[in-house]
């Protein structure tokens, strides 16, 4: 079946470093995607949202990239600080009403002080 | 978004036993589902819980070993059944309002060991 999945497993910054996270995605009827944050012991929080008509969405020092004609995602921390070392999840959702969501595989990021 | 809360926080439990986990939610959703995230991994969707008639499961799940009910829109139950070693794995809920609003929010999640 189809899947999402990820570049990197494991990500090493020093803190107040930009931090890139890259997720690939294979089915090309998706048109929703979301990053997750998961800190040890706590379920996914939602980070950042983006919609297959978009190609980037801006947050909270957070930046998310669409690229569908090579079918990548990818999320963008600025100035990483220790607090958002966790494990990231891009998720990709084929949109109407099926609200489902197909996660991919997870990277470890480890902010160094 | 909103306030998601489940119960238990984590349990361990003898093989051939039976665990109901509670997931509550602060506001009415629409949809509502459950997932699983064995150690080290990623989350699998379970089944999609729906209001007032019998879930819907994902390939590699069945209603025998997941029993789901859903009584209203802010909760929701999932049973796991008989269960084993291979159990063992943190159980999610998530929330989503429907609509136009495709955000997705979690619990914190059940941590269930089976010995």
């Known amino acids: 079946g189809e899947s999402v999945g990820l570049h990197l497993p494991t990500l090493s910054v020093q803190e107040g470093d930009n931090s890139i996270i890259n997720c690939a995605y294979s089915n090309s009827a998706s048109d929703y995607f979301i990053w997750y944050k998961q800190e040890s012991g706590k379920g996914p929080q939602f980070i950042i949202d983006?919609?297959?008509?978009?190609d980037k969405r801006q947050g909270q020092r957070v930046t998310v990239l669409l690229n569908k004609t090579v079918k990548h995602l990818s999320l963008q921390i600025a100035a990483t600080q220790p607090g958002d070392s966790a494990v990231y999840f891009c998720a990709e959702n084929s949109g109407g009403s099926n609200y489902k969501l197909t996660f991919g595989k997870g990277t470890l990021l480890t902010v160094n002080p | 978004s909103a306030v998601i809360s489940q119960k238990p926080s984590r349990d361990i439990c003898q093989r051939g036993t039976s665990l109901t986990i509670q997931c509550q939610v602060d506001?009415?959703?629409?949809?509502m589902f459950w997932y699983r995230q064995q150690p080290g991994q990623s989350l699998t969707l379970i089944a999609t819980a729906n209001q007032g008639s019998e879930a819907t499961y994902e390939s590699g799940f069945v209603i025998d070993k997941f029993p789901i009910s859903r009584p209203n829109l802010t909760f929701s139950t999932l049973t796991v059944s008989n269960m084993s070693p291979e159990d063992s794995s943190i159980y999610l809920c998530s929330v989503a309002r429907g609509g136009e609003h495709n955000e997705q929010f979690f619990g914190p999640g059940t941590r269930l060991t089976v010995l």
């Open positions: 983006i919609r297959s008509n978009m």
């Open positions: 506001s009415q959703v629409t949809m």
